[in-house]
């Protein structure tokens, strides 16, 4: 090849193409790249040019590293940590029988779909599977609680505007 314009017919080995090699070099010119390799089979296509336009620093190779200087931070009395005594614990929550509804995620549970409107059960209530049963709030989206059994709600574990971890019982549901 002598320059840019030199054309290689199509029946000698040129398995990049000269019309494709220069498109990749505009396409080099008006990028960020500065450098690519490109293989086809045994072929192989390295692409140059010059430095990026932005500074590389780089530390020569052949030099230790200096050895960071230990300097004696000043000390404290220490105190040993003394674990609290444990929280008196409350009267364990009796679960009543029957089929558990626990939060598909973690949000702000909610019993009613406003503030001012009536809860969506009550305890005591009887349910059919789709009934909606309160919402959960996450990420600004409110996510509809549906009742996956028919039944009466025998409990509600949480209360309205509390917030709720995934998988936390919500209420208990009594099959009919």
Not at 15 to 25: E, H, I, N, Q, T
Not at 49 to 54: I, K, S
Not at 104 to 115: D, E, Q
Not at 130 to 139: N, Y
């Amino acid at each position: 090849m002598k320059d840019e314009t030199t054309e290689i017919p199509a029946d000698q080995n040129d398995p990049f193409g000269l019309s494709a090699v220069r498109d990749l070099l505009q396409m080099l010119e008006q990028s960020d790249v500065y450098e690519i390799t490109i293989e086809r089979g045994n072929s192989k296509l390295h692409v140059k040019r010059g430095q990026p336009t932005g500074m590389i620093y780089s530390a020569p190779m052949n030099q230790p590293v200096p050895a960071p200087i230990a300097t004696p931070l000043p000390t404290a009395p220490v105190t040993p940590f003394v674990q609290p005594p444990p929280a008196p614990e409350g009267p364990p929550v009796e679960m009543p029988a029957g089929h558990t509804i626990t939060a598909p995620m973690v949000g702000t549970f909610y019993a009613a779909p406003s503030p001012k409107d009536k809860p969506f059960v009550q305890e005591g209530d009887e349910v059919r599977v789709g009934d909606t049963v309160g919402i959960i709030e996450a990420m600004k989206m409110m996510n509809e609680i549906e009742s996956d059994v028919a039944g009466r709600v025998a409990r509600i574990l949480v209360k309205n505007g509390q917030p709720v971890e995934y998988g936390q019982p919500l209420m208990v549901i009594e099959p009919l």
